[in-house]
């Protein structure tokens, strides 16, 4: 009879504990403007609503997750000089989401992103150096050093 007692205590706790699992916040609830606002303001050119459009497609957060958009969205923010789409565009080529995993672009990203003001992204930049050959951190060094100077604000 003590055995049982036990039993059923575990087997009460095991179905009272919630399993759960980690889920961002949701960047929608964030933006306190609805989906099609989001979506028009992005495509109008917001650096910063083009990057939480490109969280969400990340994540999955009240759309289908797809790599490839995020990548689109993070790119335009980029584009833009919007340094966590910077930061991020890099975390996409540093592991292969939605395009191909690429180094020299993740480095060139990271060193964008850090050279403007984000310490994650040089911590970042410098462990993906450990694995990358002198050559190909010249190259990612000297695309940085053209993408800051094609966007510089003395080029607009």
């Known amino acids: 009879m003590r055995y049982f007692l036990v039993f059923l205590l ?3 706790a095991c179905r009272t504990v919630p ?3 980690y889920v961002p916040v949701s960047v929608q ?3 306190d403007v609805s989906m099609t606002e989001l979506i028009a303001k992005a495509k109008a050119g917001d650096a910063e ?6 969280m969400m497609y990340e994540v999955g957060d009240g759309v289908t997750q797809n790599y490839i958009e995020a990548v689109k969205w993070y790119l335009m ?4 000089a919007y340094v966590q789409a910077q930061l991020q565009l890099g975390l996409m080529y540093d592991l292969g989401r939605g395009i191909p995993q690429n180094y020299v672009l993740a480095h060139m990203w ?5 050279i403007t003001s984000s310490a994650k992204a040089v911590r970042l930049r410098d462990m993906l150096a450990e694995h990358m050959s002198a050559e190909q951190i010249a190259e990612a060094q000297k695309l940085a050093k053209e993408w800051m100077a094609a966007h510089s604000p ?3």
């Open 29 to 31: 609830r964030q933006t």
């Open 10 to 12: 575990l087997v009460t």
């Open 19 to 21: 399993r759960t699992r």
């Open 49 to 54: 609503m083009q990057f939480k459009l490109g």
């Open 154 to 156: 003395t080029q607009h």
């Open 110 to 114: 990271y060193n964008i992103a850090g």
């Open 77 to 80: 923010a980029a584009e833009l």
